[in-house]
């Protein structure tokens, strides 16, 4: 049975689970604030589990970290970089859907983008964390992408 979802188009309800739980499909606007989010999450670790490494620490007590200059500068560039995803998550419930599809496609690639050149030579948990940042930006281009699509009306 269709019934209209609450951003226009219309939503199929399959057929009550097996287990007699609803599967109450999820709002695509959620699903890319909350994969948004996620990947914040693993990006927040990833740099915290970093100051466990020897080598880090070592690096940033000589005040460079990658071969940068951790000066203002680099922490500017740094907040940059991780805002642009922080508002996104509010950016996905609220922008309008045609700029939200594009800024979302856009976003998520040129994230994954950066993501992979990040993780070239580093070590093991940086790598799987890398992995998943990727998968989840993945979702959010493949929900962009496949946005729903309302009815032409007449």
Known sequence: ???PHPL???TV????SASGLDPSPVNVR???AAAWTSTMFVFAYVDLFGLYRADVRKELETGTI???AVGQPFLLATLAFVAVPSLMVLLALVLP???NRITNIALSCAYAAAIIA???GEWHYYLLGSAIELALLAAVAYWSWTWPRRPLQA
Not at 13 to 16: F, G, I, K, L
């Open 97 to 99: 859907p045609r700029l």
């Open 118 to 120: 990040a993780a070239i």
């Open 30 to 32: 959620v699903k890319i």
């Open 66 to 68: 990658g071969g940068f």
């Open 8 to 10: 226009g188009g219309d």
């Open 1 to 3: 049975m269709n019934s």
């Open 13 to 16: 309800r399959p057929a009550a």
